[in-house]
């Protein structure tokens, strides 16, 4: 059951992305009918899909007042909320709305409420016949018939044939005590396991084992590393060139431009920021730890754009290493269900 959730939550966040306009109707009500749904087509979809008899629509008379129908599918009846329409299209569509959102809600009407090849036998046999099934272990019950297209269970057949005299005829009866009496050592048996998880006998193709390997990190040392490096250095210029020795990056140019024209005087105005030249990323992301209007002297303004292309490298590397943390935890989940499933199974 936690699979199912966690699945049907990752399905969920995949469609949200994937389909933002979608519409979710709302469910039946007495006292309006959206008819921008065509809820007799897609129960009729619905049907055919999972193997279910078709609807049938049956037309009660109520006199000049409108139309109301009536529908039958899987052993019961619906009616839509309101007792009649003044148009033949919205009572058809109200009836089958009720009709789907029953069989959405409350399951098909079988036990297992669940698709499969028990819902495709109301209906299919011919795609019931073509579903692969495992070999089941031998119980002792070979004259047992299985399950009729409707649902009920068959009684016992015997191959012992009863004769005219009295005491004869007793047996098969105390026979059946006895099968009735052993019957529920049956239900002790594993189930059939999912075909699709269980080996082929007879393969044509030679089973090829592929390795798992592990994603290699994109930098050697995470960002708790690199600050523990760069904690007891003075300046920021230092700073930088040991993160990009840690990186195997080379170290940026700083770039330096005096905007207030002056040339004797040792402090200024300037703009500064970094390039890196050799790592295609950092060369596209361009400029660096810009710096507009900087009062000060030209030392002071590098030191404080490499600060800030230390701050930007740090960033960088443990945003880098959180995702490739949660790609880990992904898999790991993957492989974890993948190994229930074929425990589950019997496979390991």
């Known amino acids: 059951m936690e699979a199912k959730v966690w699945v049907c939550r990752e399905a969920l966040k995949r469609l949200s992305i994937e389909h933002q306009y979608w519409a979710v109707p709302s469910e039946p009500a007495a006292h309006w009918f959206d008819d921008t749904w065509n809820w007799v087509a897609l129960l009729r979809d619905h049907c055919v899909q999972n193997g279910l008899p078709l609807p049938v629509y049956t037309k009660c008379l109520h006199g000049s007042d409108g139309y109301c129908f009536e529908i039958e599918t899987q052993g019961a009846t619906y009616s839509g909320p309101v ?3 003044a148009d033949k299209s919205d009572a058809e569509n109200s009836a089958a709305h009720q009709v789907l959102h029953a069989l959405l809600v409350f399951g098909n009407g079988d036990d297992s409420a669940t698709f499969g090849p028990h819902t495709l036998a109301n209906g299919h046999e011919d795609l019931l016949a073509q579903i692969p099934k495992p070999p089941l272990p031998p119980t002792g019950y070979d004259k047992i018939r299985p399950v009729s297209v409707s649902g009920r269970a068959c009684s016992l057949q015997h191959s012992c044939t009863p004769e005219t005299d009295v005491s004869s005829s007793r047996k098969p009866k105390k026979r059946k005590r006895k099968n009735r009496a052993t019957l529920p050592e049956a239900n002790t048996e594993p189930k059939p396991a999912n075909s699709n998880l269980l080996p082929l006998s ?6 090829i084992e592929v390795p798992v390997e592990q994603e290699p990190s994109r930098w050697k040392f995470n960002g ?9 250095l003075k300046t920021y210029t230092e700073k930088l060139t ?3 020795q840690m990186l195997d990056l080379q170290p940026p140019e700083i770039k330096v431009e005096r ?9 200024g105005i300037y703009n500064a920021a970094a390039y890196f030249h050799n790592d295609p990323f950092f060369t596209r992301a361009g400029a660096i730890g ?9 030392k002071f303004v590098i030191e404080s754009c490499a600060e800030h292309v230390v701050a930007y490298l740090l960033r960088v590397v443990d945003e880098d ?8 935890l992904r898999r790991s989940r993957r492989d974890q269900w993948w190994t229930h499933a074929r425990r589950s199974c019997g496979l390991t």
Not at 202 to 207: D, N, T
Not at 261 to 267: F, P, Q, T, W
Not at 321 to 328: I, S
């Open 202 to 207: 007879q393969s044509r193709l030679p089973a």
């Open 290 to 298: 810009c710096l507009r209007r900087v009062s000060g002297t030209k």
């Open 83 to 85: 007792r009649h329409y």
């Open 224 to 232: 708790h590393q690199i600050r523990d490096q760069i904690g007891q």
């Open 242 to 244: 040991r993160v990009c």
């Open 259 to 267: 905007i207030d024209g002056r040339l004797v005087e040792n402090e």
């Open 321 to 328: 290493t959180a995702l490739e943390q949660e790609n880990a």
